[in-house]
C-alpha cells in the first residue's frame, strides 16, 4: 500500500500548488486508520529526496527546491561535477562530504553571480568503488598507502591481514573496508613492483576492471573439450572441408574469427562467410559462458589480449586456423552482377581453411601489380574476385549513405618487456575492406532474418545524429569552407558522407573524419532494431566475431534456436524479449569500458614514447583549439598540447571560428593548420605531453 501512496502523492503533486500535509489527508480523503502509511510514504520519499519541504512546511518536489540525483565525477583534485540532463553541477572536493568519484549522490545547489550552478553533496545514495589501487611508498621509516587514482582526494589507512612482505614502490590493490575521511583500505593482491615490465599496463587493467585469471571451473571444463574435429562425428552438418575456403587477418592474430571464400555463379556471385561455431562449446548456464558473459568481449592493448575465452578455445580449437577442421556458422549470401543481394543462406558447416593470409600479404598482392608473395596460387583467383565485389559491395553502401570515418589508429611496435621501440599510423589496405565489406554483409543477412521474421534478436544500432552536436560540427565546417545541406534536425546518411567526400585530398581529412565521428552517436547493442545510421542500413547485428564479442555468441544461439531448430513458440519469444533487455545493457557497458582501457593505455605508452624526444622539433597538425590553448597531432598519431601561457604573445580564442588570434601581430592557429612544435615535457601521471609553438623565423 505504501508504494501506492508514493505513486498516488508525487502524480498529485505534480498537478497542484505546494501544500501541507494536512491539505493532502484531505484533498486524498486518507482515513485515519490509512493515515500511517500514508505519512510513512511521504517521510520515504522525502528521505530518497524526491520530496522536500519548503520553507513554510509545504511539499514539493526535491528538485524544485534544487536538490538532484546524479553521478559524482571527480575530475581534478579540488573539484568535480555532478551532471543532469540540463545541467552540470560544480562542487568542491571540500563539499564532497565522503563522497567518492563515480558515487550516486543527491546534491543540493544554487546558481552563482556568474550564472554556474555550485553545490554540495549532501547524501551518497551508493559508493560505486569497492576497491583502491595504490602504490605503497616507505618514507620516514614507514609504509604509506598511495592512491593511483588522482580522483580520489581522501587520506588512505591500510591494513595488510595476509601478511604481504610490503616494499617501495610497490603496487597493490585495497578493498575498501570503510567510507570516510581518511579512507580505510584492506590489501587483496599485488600487482607488482611499479618498475616492473606489464607492471603500468596492468594497473590499468585493474582499474577498468578488465577480468585477467579464468575461473578454476571454467579451466576444469576446458579440459573436457576435445581439441579435434571428426567429421564423421557432425552427420547433420554441411562438410565444406574441399571448399575453397581461407581466412585474411593480422600477422599476429591468433584468435581468427572468420574464414571467407567465393565463387562466381551466372547470376553473379556467391559469397561464404564462414564463422567460427563457439556456441557449440559454449553453453549456456556453463561455468565458460558465465566468465564470457562476465568480460563481454576480448580487450586489445598495446603488447597483450585479454581474452573473452580461454586460450584452449580462442587461439585452439574454435579458432580457424588452416588445415584443421574446424566447426563454423556459415552464410552463403547470393549477389547479382551488381552487387545486391538477392538471396542467403545460414547454416551449420564443417571447414578446413586452405591458408591463413595477412592483411600485408594480401595487399601487396593487390596494390603491387599481383606482386610474387606466399599466397598460394589456386586462392589468386579468389582474391581478384574478392576485389571485384568489394568494389560492387562499396558502391551499394555508399547508394544507402554509408558512412566511412577513415580514421587514423596506432599501431605499436615493442619489445618483449612492453617497451615501445614505435608508434605508427595503421595501414588500411584492399585486405582490410575486403573483410569489412564481406562481414558487414554478413551482418546484415542476419539481422535481416530476425527482422523480416520478426523473431527476438541483438541488434547493433546507432542512432541519428543531435541536433545540437550537428550544429556544432556544421559551425566548425564552415570555417572550413564546407556548408552542410539540408535539416540539421533530421541530418541524413548521404550528407555526412557528402562532408567526408568533400575533404578526401585534404591533408586535414583525418582530423576532419575524427570530428564527424565525435558528432555521431555511440553505437550499442539493442533488442528493438532501430536501424544503423553509419551503415546507412536499415537492420544491422554483430554475427562475425563470437570469439571476442559475447553479443555475436548470443546471435549464434538465437539463429541455432530459431533458424536450424525451428523453436518458435510464444513463450520462447517473450523470454528470449524480456533477458535480451539486460543482455544489450550489460554488453554496451561492458564495450565501452574495454574501449576506454584500450585508449587509457594507449595513452600511456604514446606519453612514455614521447620522453624520449624531449627538446625535439615535429612537423603536426592543429586537431583542437580551445581557450586554454590548442592540441596538435603528428604524423605518428601522438597528440599535445601547446598551453596558450606557452605562446609568445597574448593570443586571443574565437569560439565561432575555433581559433587563436595574436593580439599584436594578428597571427592565426586553426584547426587543420600545419605547424611546427617543440616538444617540452611528459606528465605520466596524467599521460599527457606538452608542446611549444615554433614560429618560423
Not at 12 to 19: L, M
Not at 42 to 59: P, R
Not at 435 to 442: G, K, R, S, V, Y
Not at 497 to 518: A, D, G, I, K, T
Request: overall charge negative; aromatic content about 10%.
Amino acid at each position: 500500500m505504501i508504494e501506492q501512496y508514493k505513486e498516488q502523492i508525487l502524480t498529485s503533486i505534480q498537478k497542484e500548488q505546494p501544500h501541507t500535509v494536512d491539505f493532502w489527508i484531505e484533498h486524498l480523503q486518507i482515513t485515519p486508520q490509512q493515515e500511517p502509511q500514508f505519512l510513512e510514504a511521504i517521510n520515504q520519499l522525502i528521505e530518497d529526496y524526491e520530496l522536500a519541504y519548503s520553507k513554510k512546511k509545504k511539499l514539493m518536489l526535491a528538485n524544485e527546491l534544487g536538490y538532484i540525483k546524479g553521478k559524482l565525477d571527480v575530475t581534478g583534485k579540488d573539484f568535480g561535477f555532478v551532471d543532469v540532463q540540463e545541467f552540470s553541477v560544480y562542487v568542491k572536493s571540500k563539499n564532497f562530504n565522503e563522497a567518492m568519484d563515480k558515487d550516486d549522490v543527491v546534491a543540493h545547489y544554487w546558481k552563482t553571480e556568474d550564472g554556474r550552478f555550485e553545490g554540495e553533496i549532501i547524501k551518497v545514495i551508493k559508493h560505486n568503488s569497492t576497491f583502491v589501487i595504490g602504490t605503497i611508498v616507505y618514507t620516514n621509516q614507514k609504509f604509506l598507502f598511495q592512491s593511483y587514482d588522482k580522483n580520489i582526494t581522501q587520506p588512505i589507512e591500510f591494513i595488510n591481514p595476509k601478511n604481504y612482505e610490503l616494499k617501495d614502490q610497490l603496487r597493490v590493490i585495497g578493498d575498501i573496508v570503510e567510507y570516510g575521511d581518511p579512507l580505510q583500505v584492506s590489501i587483496s593482491s599485488i600487482i607488482g613492483l611499479t618498475k616492473d615490465p606489464g607492471v603500468d599496463i596492468l594497473t590499468i587493467l585493474h582499474q577498468y576492471e578488465i577480468k585477467l585469471p579464468f575461473s578454476d571451473e571454467t579451466l576444469e571444463e576446458v579440459k573436457d573439450i576435445p581439441q579435434e574435429i571428426n567429421i564423421e562425428d557432425f552427420p547433420n552438418r554441411r562438410n565444406l572441408t574441399n571448399d575453397l575456403i581461407f581466412t585474411i587477418d593480422g600477422d599476429d592474430t591468433k584468435d581468427i574469427d572468420d574464414a571467407i571464400s567465393i565463387k562466381k555463379t551466372d547470376q553473379g556471385y556467391q559469397l561464404g562467410v564462414h564463422i567460427a561455431d563457439v556456441s557449440h562449446y559454449v553453453t549456456p548456464r556453463s561455468a565458460l559462458d558465465d566468465d564470457a558473459s562476465e568480460r563481454s568481449t576480448s580487450v586489445y592493448v598495446v603488447d597483450r589480449v585479454v581474452p573473452m575465452l580461454p586460450k584452449e578455445l580462442s587461439n585452439g580449437i574454435c579458432s580457424l586456423n588452416p588445415k584443421v577442421n574446424r566447426l563454423a556458422m556459415s552464410v552463403h549470401v547470393q549477389l547479382d552482377e551488381y552487387g545486391s543481394i538477392t538471396e542467403y543462406e545460414f547454416f551449420e558447416s564443417v571447414i578446413q581453411s586452405k591458408q591463413q593470409l595477412t592483411y600485408r600479404e594480401v595487399n601487396r598482392f593487390l596494390k603491387d601489380n599481383h606482386a610474387e608473395v606466399a599466397i598460394d596460387d589456386n586462392l589468386k583467383p579468389s582474391l581478384l574476385l574478392m576485389e571485384t565485389l568489394s568494389d560492387l559491395l562499396h558502391i551499394q553502401r555508399e547508394a544507402l549513405g554509408s558512412t566511412d570515418f577513415d580514421t587514423s589508429e596506432s599501431s605499436f611496435v615493442v619489445d618483449e618487456h612492453g617497451k615501445v621501440l614505435d608508434i605508427y599510423e595503421a595501414e588500411r589496405g584492399r585486405g582490410e575492406l575486403i573483410i569489412e565489406d564481406f562481414m558487414i554483409t554478413a551482418n546484415h543477412c542476419a539481422a535481416n532474418f530476425f527482422d523480416i521474421h520478426e523473431l527476438p534478436t541483438l541488434y547493433r544500432v546507432h542512432e541519428r545524429p543531435s541536433q545540437k552536436k550537428m550544429t556544432a560540427l556544421s559551425a566548425i565546417l564552415r570555417i572550413m569552407g564546407y556548408r552542410m545541406k539540408g535539416s540539421l534536425e533530421s541530418v541524413k546518411p548521404a550528407e555526412i558522407q557528402r562532408v567526408l567526400y568533400y575533404f578526401r585530398n585534404e591533408p586535414n581529412y583525418n582530423m576532419v573524419s575524427q570530428l564527424v565521428l565525435r558528432s555521431m552517436m555511440k553505437a550499442k547493442y539493442h533488442p528493438v532494431n532501430l536501424g544503423h545510421f553509419g551503415l546507412g542500413l536499415k537492420q544491422y547485428l554483430h554475427f562475425t566475431s563470437p570469439i571476442r564479442r559475447y553479443p555475436d555468441l548470443v546471435v549464434h544461439r538465437l539463429m541455432k534456436k530459431y533458424n536450424f531448430n525451428q523453436q518458435i513458440d510464444t513463450q520462447t519469444i517473450k523470454k528470449d524479449e524480456e533477458a535480451l533487455v539486460d543482455v544489450a545493457l550489460w554488453t554496451s557497458d561492458r564495450e565501452r569500458n574495454a574501449v576506454d582501457a584500450e585508449r587509457q593505455v594507449e595513452k600511456m605508452k604514446k606519453a612514455e614514447f614521447m620522453e624520449q624526444f624531449i627538446g625535439e622539433h615535429f612537423e603536426g597538425m592543429i586537431s583542437g583549439v580551445t581557450g586554454f590553448g590548442m592540441f596538435v597531432q603528428l604524423a605518428n598519431t601522438c597528440e599535445g598540447l601547446v598551453h596558450i601561457k606557452t605562446m609568445p604573445e597574448y593570443y586571443i580564442y574565437d569560439e565561432q571560428k575555433m581559433m587563436l588570434i595574436g593580439r599584436d601581430s594578428g597571427t592565426t592557429f586553426q584547426l587543420g593548420q600545419t605547424v611546427t612544435i617543440k616538444v617540452t615535457g611528459v606528465d605520466m601521471v596524467d599521460f599527457e605531453v606538452s608542446f611549444e609553438i615554433v614560429l618560423p623565423k
